[in-house]
């Protein structure tokens, strides 16, 4: 049963565009992730939320931004995507250090 | 900062037949172990966690953690084609806020 969601499955965009994802989890957790997962797979964490707290990933370019308007919601913003973020995002929560439950992921492809 | 590898790449196994998946990691201080497994196209389905040395069964699954030798494995007992997905080792340091580590996957195929 999917409990963090994520909008939307795909998206395809040209260069230089602004991108938004969302998602949200019903689970009641106090921490949100986003995870990159590139061409060959590999999962990155990219940022973590939990009570106002925002923990980056220092190779994280700074056009990334995420956004969360409560503890259920975490978006992630791209301002001016490039040709390497073309990759699936995958959101996920857990309650503190608990088990980490995932979306079904936002599939990027940048023109 | 944490390295995970996992081995092998690939590997095919007939219905029925254990599946044996090996994970290593570079820091042994880390506070927990997960086992994942990802479909192609979906997200990431949790298999079992260890924190402990020795073992933790769920089901079909049972994961061996021995923090000094740095590793850990995954047997998926008496396999289905269903079970063919990618297997995620995935470390997490004792801040959860860092997030997990994840290694590149073993591909996993099971033939009837």
């Known amino acids: 049963e999917t409990a963090v969601f994520q909008t939307p499955n795909y998206h395809v965009t040209q260069v230089g565009n602004e991108v938004s994802f969302n998602c949200k989890q019903t689970?009641?957790?106090?921490?949100m992730y986003w995870y990159k997962q590139d061409s060959k797979k590999l999962l990155k964490i990219m940022f973590s939320?939990?009570?106002?707290?925002?923990?980056v990933n220092e190779t994280v370019p700074r056009r990334f931004s995420p956004q969360s308007s409560d503890k259920a919601h975490l978006n992630l913003r791209i301002k001016s995507v490039e040709p390497e973020d073309s990759a699936v995002y995958l959101c996920?929560?857990?309650?503190?250090?608990?088990?980490?439950?995932f979306g079904p992921g936002t599939r990027l492809t940048v023109l | 900062q944490q390295k995970v590898q996992q081995s092998p790449e690939s590997l095919t196994v007939s219905e029925g037949a254990m599946a044996s998946l090996n994970c290593t990691f570079s820091?042994?201080?880390?506070?927990?172990f997960r086992w994942y497994r990802q479909h192609s196209g979906k997200g990431l389905e949790m298999l079992v966690s260890?924190?402990?040395?020795g073992e933790k069964e769920e089901g079909r699954f049972t994961a061996h953690l021995n923090r000094a030798s740095l590793h850990v494995s995954l047997h998926i007992r008496e396999p289905q084609p269903s079970d063919s997905a990618v297997y995620l080792c995935?470390?997490?340091?004792?801040?959860?806020?860092?997030?997990?580590?994840f290694g590149l996957g073993t591909r996993v195929s099971v033939f009837p």
């Open positions: 996920a929560s857990s309650h503190r250090g608990y088990e980490q439950y």
């Open positions: 689970l009641g957790h106090d921490t």
């Open positions: 939320y939990n009570n106002k707290q925002l923990i």
């Open positions: 820091d042994g201080t880390s506070d927990n």
């Open positions: 260890i924190f402990s040395d």
């Open positions: 995935a470390v997490s340091m004792n801040n959860y806020a860092q997030g997990l580590t």
